[in-house]
């Protein structure tokens, strides 16, 4: 009787180690998807600012030109 319970008892820790195991890799994908998620927010965000910030110098060019011949207009 004593065998038939020691066999059985490892199979038990087993499949407790094995949950655990999978357990411990779910959150570890999970951990992984949320810091490629927050990598991939943050470059979204870069990307958006330099756009602004591309079209803030185009417009501030224009701005520029458009003194430069009022001056020159009034020269």
């Known amino acids: 009787m004593t065998t038939l319970k020691n066999q059985i008892h490892p199979r038990r820790t087993e499949m407790h180690l094995l949950q655990e195991d999978l357990a411990r890799a779910h959150c570890r994908q999970v951990l992984i998807d949320a810091e490629q ?3 991939m927010h943050l470059a979204n965000q870069l990307a958006r600012a330099q756009r602004q910030l591309d079209r803030a110098r185009r ?3 224009r701005a520029s030109a458009k003194a430069r011949l009022a001056v020159a207009r009034l020269v």
């Open 37 to 39: 998620s927050r990598r």
């Open 59 to 61: 417009r501030a060019d």
